[in-house]
Nanobody, 123 residues
Framework: QVQLVESGGGLVQPGGSLRLSCTASGFTLDYYTIGWFRQAPGKEREGVSCISRSDGRIYYADSVKGRFTISRDNDKGTVYLQMNSLKPEDTAVYYC????????????????WGQGTQVTVSS
């Protein structure tokens, strides 16, 4: 059974940092393109960042550029989202998603999705 699992969410003060992790069971993420998305209450799901399987190409949403960093550790079969300088508007459920496309995008048309991890930025 193919399954994605996110972890690392929590409550953090504004200006703080969190690192989210995305792992898979049933397959290895090494050969897959990964996207990170978020959805805040009452808002549409938003693409945050992605990393391509073919050439490692990376994209970020304008709202997180310079603050978030996506990376992958193929030895651990894990993709990370390092989130620094967090703001209250970053509060959302964060999801990782994956499929076999060669070049990633911040669209929502990924095939596999995790259940999400809550990130709350508040003082």
């Amino acid at each position: 059974q193919v399954q994605l699992v996110e972890s690392g969410g929590g409550l953090v003060q504004p200006g703080g940092s969190l690192r989210l992790s995305c792992t898979a069971s049933g397959f290895t993420l090494d050969y897959y393109t990964i996207g990170w998305f978020r959805q805040a209450p009452g808002k549409e799901r938003e693409g945050v960042s992605c990393i391509s399987r073919s050439d490692g190409r990376i994209y970020y949403a304008d709202s997180v550029k310079g603050r978030f960093t996506i990376s992958r550790d193929n030895d651990k079969g894990t993709v990370y989202l390092q989130m620094n300088s967090l703001k209250p508007e970053d509060t959302a459920v964060y999801y990782c998603a994956t499929d076999r496309r060669k070049i990633c995008g911040l669209d929502s048309r990924y095939y596999y999705w995790g259940q999400g991890t809550q990130v709350t930025v508040s003082s």
